[in-house]
């Protein structure tokens, strides 16, 4: 882990690291829908925010956490449908080495498998 800063993201099954302060590894956090991106940036500084005080700061966090939540399920519900093939007989994707639909590309469905392109999905 040499170079390795900050926690690990949180999103299931990634094993890169966040950057102190940030929820999750950039390319993950790209993959939030910007709803809930805006939602975990309002509600972070909320509940960071150190005017508040008793009920009102436990509301804040209770917020946050709220957000911080339902962005790490939008990735990892956006990775589950991507993994699934609505074509394969396993359900699985299963890049054409083939070639015929061109490079990255599900043999069954034709997707575009490429990491970059599920990224910016």
């Avoid at 993201?9 to 999750?24: D, R």
């Avoid at 917020?63 to 339902?70: F, I, K, P, Q, V």
């Avoid at 939008?74 to 007989?89: I, M, Y």
Wanted: hydrophobic content about 30%; some cysteine.
């Amino acid at each position: 882990m040499s170079g390795a800063t900050g926690k690990l993201c949180p999103v299931k099954g990634c094993t890169a690291h966040a950057k102190p302060n940030q929820l999750m590894c950039w390319p993950h956090w790209r993959r939030v829908p910007k709803p809930l991106n805006r939602a975990v940036f309002d509600t972070y500084a909320d509940a960071r925010g150190r005017e508040l005080g008793g009920e009102a700061r436990i509301d804040a966090i209770r917020r946050y956490r709220e957000a911080r939540d339902a962005a790490i399920a939008a990735v990892e519900a956006k990775e589950a449908e991507e993994r699934e093939c609505p074509s394969s007989p396993d359900g699985k994707h299963q890049i054409d080495t083939s070639m015929e639909s061109g490079p990255h590309h599900c043999f069954h469905c034709e997707a575009n498998m490429r990491p970059d392109a599920r990224v910016r999905g």
